[in-house]
């Protein structure tokens, strides 16, 4: 660790956590790893998936105990044993899933639990508290209003609420802008601030390097479970702290070749369609890939881009308009015949969808393929083709496992990503539709995926990418097809882009 | 998590020792609860146990009957296998196997099939038979999302009524005097045994190369992929453009099938005649679903399973006559075996390991994490 270099001592820090160890079964989340948090301050744990921040956290909040090391707040050492000991000592934290009870009012969510209150909810004087506390920090939202009918900003926000309170000093964060758009983060940082301008201590998780920058104090970088460097904020840069993250330099912006665009790749028209309520998701979308180019789909989550990739891929019923594919229509084909029309899908739900994991890695390869030669001669799988195909695209996608054998859950995230796009990709689409590609994987995974979308798109694919990372959406498209309320707000080419520009029309502005 | 010395681990990959290990563990527990019942009724728990391995295991005479019941176990439970693992939980096996029992009892009593054709006739007639009695539910099930559970079950009962009301009404024989039986096959309706005993082999043939061909089905063809892709993720099914249609409706064809078959060894082989729907199927249907379960998705392995519950169903006979408890008793022995398996299943997915003091991981656990890189610990 690196000491400040001012002259005088530094504060007294509010909390030490001091030599965390924590195992898990095969591997170590969290070995001797000294954090100092000090009043005041945002403190940004920064790493990759896996570096072990949010079992960190989780020792701290009491989820887990850690096999060594000591927590030492205001100069005692405390055992905490569960998250309740930890609200009683003032840390509470906001979960990565919001733990909302989504029929109750924001008051009655920000009651439960809450000691001290009466039998009756909502208490008048809850109501109170929250709006006291809502115009103090920013954190304006209706006390009345029922959760299910708030956006997942002030969902965040009532579980900050609930949090302070609880009477939370110390508030911990994990990867609290990943919902949110970037305007949406820039209020979420504003209000970071003020609590810390209050005396509160914010500890902020995240992996993107933008936000660090923007809203810490001090950062401690994470790497494979230990401490890199703890540094103030002023004093670091995106690129020196993508080396600490990742243990060596990083590319942020793909390189891009000029491809000839060579017709069009997919052309959808007025397409509509209903959400799993049976509520219009989609209303009247119409836009087209070229081959060669990436179009990128931006959208805050749950604004239609689900249910047009699943129309598109014959997983969910358009209620109106049409979809082609290199000309030929697919409207409301099955999935499989827009797999044999030459789409190639990279599900959002990976794990859920994507594969099945308690099959082999083998068989994982060839599960949109099976059916065709040489996979299949006749009613009989070829086992040998299986496992020959499986061999070259471990080998050629770097996907680590034990074997083709091992079945495909033993996979960590980024692999079963690239297991995922080695089916895909190999069997050369003419469109390839991209949901997520890269959401929750570590940068080494992240930068490798992008290499091989845009090695696609210069091989003449085109690519509709769906993404919640504007900064991949900006990095990688030709052109933006921004979503808001299942219509399409407007398409930016990627010239004239900007995330300011881009962030508006995500909230319902056009152009 | 540490229990003293002991290690308990999640584990990421089934292993067969374990897996037998803990299903051996289960029907010992069930043995034991069972010595209870034995025990209430006056018997000593130990003494009735080495009353029923000398009737069964050690009997020249008895041993053949593990395999006569097996033989019904067996085709019903093959059948099985594959629906579980395309997540089609058929509970009606038995009434697939009393309507094979009915449509061979047809063939052998009222079909102008000629003697020589009459047994490939009846065979094949229980297994279309069969066949029709499962593809109904998975029709209602794909079609209007009718729950496979309920439907089968009812189904059953239809089948049992169906053959009650053959037996006392339109089939009754009039050579039974007053029995609600019909009359007995002609010879050339009856499925040969092996010298003196009730093994009708051809059955039991049957059985065996339909537990390799579902083997072969499930490992080696295009059919078979996308069976065990269906039933170990739909979602994933859909994705891959699975039909689900196609793929329950071949898993009913065989699986009722397969029942179907069962119902004609009972009634060519065993009793000549089509009789009460109890007298037919001893509860094989149910049983069998044990004998699936016990053989965890593994069609070859049903084949020792169907045994192991020909056994039980050997031993009821025993526990008649030796010990004079109703026959009935097998079912409870059946319901405590289930109850125990499905109770151990939890703890498939668990390893024990012995380790005092030290945290050192296990090889196993090593491997584990060289093959994620990223630990998932940190979601």
Known sequence: MSRPVEPEPPPAPLLVLKEITKRFPGVVANDRVTVEVRAGEVHALLGENGAGKTTLVKVLYGIHQPDAGEIILRGRPVHIRAPRDALRLGIGMVPQHFLLVRRHTVAENVCLGLSGTRALLPSRQVERRIAELGGRYGLAVDPRAPVWSLSISEQQRVEILKALLRGAEIL?????????????????????????????????????????????????????????????????GKRQLARMMVGRDVEFRPARTAVALRGEALRVED?????????????????????????GVAGVAGNGQREQVEVITGLRRATRGRVWVLGQEVTNGTARAVLEAGVAHIPEERIRAGIVGTMSVAENLV????RYPPFSRGALLNRQAVSGFAQRMI?????????????ARALSGGNIQRLILARELSAEPALVVAAHPTSGLDISATEQIHTLLLRRREEGAGILLVSEDLDEILALSDRIVVMFGGEVMGIVPASEANRERIGLMMTGQRP | MRIGPVLVERRTASSWSWTLGVSLLALLIALALAGIIFWSYGVAPLRAYGVIFRGTLLNVRALPEIVRNAIPLLLAGVGLVLAFRALFWNIGAEGQILLGATAATWVALFSPVPDGWKLLAMFAAGFVSGAVWGLIPALLKLRFAVNEVISTLMMNYIALYLVSWLVHGPWKGPEMRGFAFTNAFPDAARIPTIADTRIHWPTLLLGVALAAAVAFLLARTRAGFEIRVQGENPEAARYAGIDPLRTTLLVMLLAGGAAGLAGVGEVGGIHHRLLDPNQISLGFGYAAIIVAWLARGNPLAAIGTALFLGFIFASGDVMRV????????????NGLILFCLIGSERALSWRVRWAPGGVGLSPAARADAVASEAPRSDR
Request: with cysteine.
């Open chain 1, 172 to 236: 911990i964060l994990d990867e609290p802008t990943s919902v949110l758009t970037p305007q949406e983060a820039q209020g979420l940082f504003a209000v970071l601030r003020r609590m810390t301008e209050e005396g509160h201590a914010v500890i902020f998780i995240t992996h993107k390097l933008d936000e660090v920058l923007a809203v810490a104090d001090r950062i401690t970088v994470l790497r494979k479970g230990r401490v890199v460097d703890t540094l103030p904020a002023a004093a670091a």
């Open chain 2, 322 to 333: 030796a010990l004079q408890m109703p026959a009935r008793v097998t079912d409870v022995f």
């Open chain 1, 367 to 370: 599960l949109r393929r099976y």
């Open chain 1, 395 to 407: 080998a050629t996608y770097g996907i680590a496992t034990p074997s083709p054998r091992a079945p």
């Open chain 1, 271 to 295: 397409l509509c369609a209903q959400n799993d309520r049976g509520l219009p998701a989609l209303r009247g979308v119409s836009f087209a890939v070229q081959q060669g180019e990436i179009v």
